[in-house]
T-cell receptor, first 113, second 115 residues
Framework: EADIYQTPRYLVIGTGKKITLECSQT?????MYWYQQDPGMELHLIHYSYGVNSTEKGDLSSESTVSRIRTEHFPLTLESARPSHTSQYLCASSERVPYNEQFFGPGTRLTVL | AQSVTQLGSHVSVSEGALVLLRCNYSSSVPPYLFWYVQYPNQGLQLLLKYTSAATLVKGINGFEAEFKKSETSFHLTKPSAHMSDAAEYFCAVTLGSGNTGKLIFGQGTTLQVKP
């Protein structure tokens, strides 16, 4: 079944740890996105990719980094987690054309102590 | 530049009552518009989309929205609210084909349904 997956769903980690949030999609989409969302708040785009080896920073500055080595995989990495990184992270993908309808994963809720 | 404004961060209705969630957009070119729903601790699910075909768009779970160019609006409605409709709703706009593909989201509206 074509879908978009995120792991882990929940992560509680201490300050200074390196973490990677996984995102995979089986829809064959070229475009992928990472959003950051605080509880009850709007979504902020932090990274996006148009295809393999293509990554761009989004509208909200983030200390995280991303990579796109395979079409279906778009992981997000924090080299040194801090309490300010506590948030929900949502991954999405979309078709190339024409409407850019985005499909979202279930999200990862990150808590940094 | 594109933008989306959702009027009312919280809307409360009684079960069985009309649901109306407001969305106004700003775009220099004809937009594509979306409504998404987010249940607690989940990602966003597409409710419906406007892609310049019919101005009245029907979506899932009995929701519909009407594109009104003269009012730059894309309000979401449902004739009769159900308890399961309680969630966060986001309106979004994109330029569509040929652009970056980014969606511009509104700030969201929390819908509360009272028994």
């Amino acid at each position: 079944e074509a879908d978009i997956y995120q792991t882990p769903r929940y992560l509680v980690i201490g300050t200074g740890k390196k973490i990677t949030l996984e995102c995979s999609q089986t829809m064959g989409h070229d475009k992928m996105y990472w959003y950051q969302q605080d509880p009850g708040m709007e979504l902020h785009l932090i990274h996006y990719s148009y295809g393999v080896n293509s990554t761009e920073k989004g509208d909200l500055s983030s200390e995280s980094t991303v990579s796109r080595i395979r079409t279906e995989h778009f992981p997000l990495t924090l080299e040194s987690a801090r309490p300010s990184h506590t948030s929900q992270y949502l991954c999405a993908s979309s078709e190339r054309v024409p409407y850019n309808e985005q499909f979202f994963g279930p999200g990862t809720r990150l808590t940094v102590l | 530049a594109q933008s989306v404004t959702q009027l009312g961060s919280h809307v409360s209705v009684s079960e069985g009552a009309l649901v109306l969630l407001r969305c106004n957009y700003s775009s220099s070119v004809p937009p594509y518009l979306f409504w998404y729903v987010q249940y607690p601790n989940q990602g966003l699910q597409l409710l419906l989309k406007y892609t310049s075909a019919a101005t009245l768009v029907k979506g899932i779970n009995g929701f519909e929205a009407e594109f009104k160019k003269s009012e730059t609006s894309f309000h979401l409605t449902k004739p009769s609210a159900h308890m399961s409709d309680a969630a966060e709703y986001f309106c979004a706009v994109t330029l569509g084909s040929g652009n970056t593909g980014k969606l511009i989201f509104g700030q969201g509206t929390t819908l509360q349904v009272k028994p």
